[in-house]
């Protein structure tokens, strides 16, 4: 099959090294990959939709076949009208399984035809999660080893402009 459209949706609130690795592997599986940044009405996040899809489309810069969309409501009417016939999602833990499988299952019955793909960070970066970088970048830690200089920058940004550095 030609042209196989994979979205790869989060709230990459902020986008990892994780994250990062995820839309490397899933380049070398699919024509094309949108990473779709979700508006995230159920989570109270750190920056705003239009910070998060700025900050990925500066990290995936480099990949021509990777493009960057903002969206709002369910992930499932997305996909659909961006032609898709894949969804990534990545799978850090065997804590994630759980409800990665539930969710796969829901998205399933709700589009038959859309493959979920899971796909695994590298080693080193398998324990990183946004909300792990949120919180220690909030009390003043370092994160550069979980994030890209551009993120690491807009996090250093964020917080001073919170006052809490």
Not at 34 to 48: M, N
Not at 131 to 136: L, Y
Request: hydrophobic content about 45%; aromatic content about 10%.
């Amino acid at each position: 099959m030609a042209n196989v459209i994979a979205v790869y949706p989060g709230t990459f609130d902020p986008m990892t090294l994780g994250h990062e690795d995820v839309i490397r592997r899933a380049c070398q599986l699919f024509d094309k990959v949108i990473v779709a940044v979700a508006a995230g009405h159920h989570k109270k996040a750190l920056f705003t939709l239009q910070e998060r899809i700025d900050m990925a489309r500066e990290i995936v810069k480099d990949y021509p076949d990777v493009t960057v969309e903002g969206f709002h409501g369910l992930v499932r009417d997305f996909v659909v009208s961006r032609g898709g016939k894949a969804m990534v999602r990545g799978l850090r833990a065997v804590t994630d399984f759980d409800y990665e499988f539930q969710l796969a299952g829901m998205n399933r019955s709700l589009m038959p035809d859309v493959e979920t793909v899971f796909l695994t960070p590298s080693d080193k970066y398998q324990f990183i999660s946004s909300t792990f970088v949120r919180e220690i970048a909030m009390l003043g830690g370092e994160v550069d080893k979980f994030v890209s200089p551009t993120v690491q920058e807009k996090l250093a940004m964020k917080v001073r402009s919170l006052g809490r550095e």
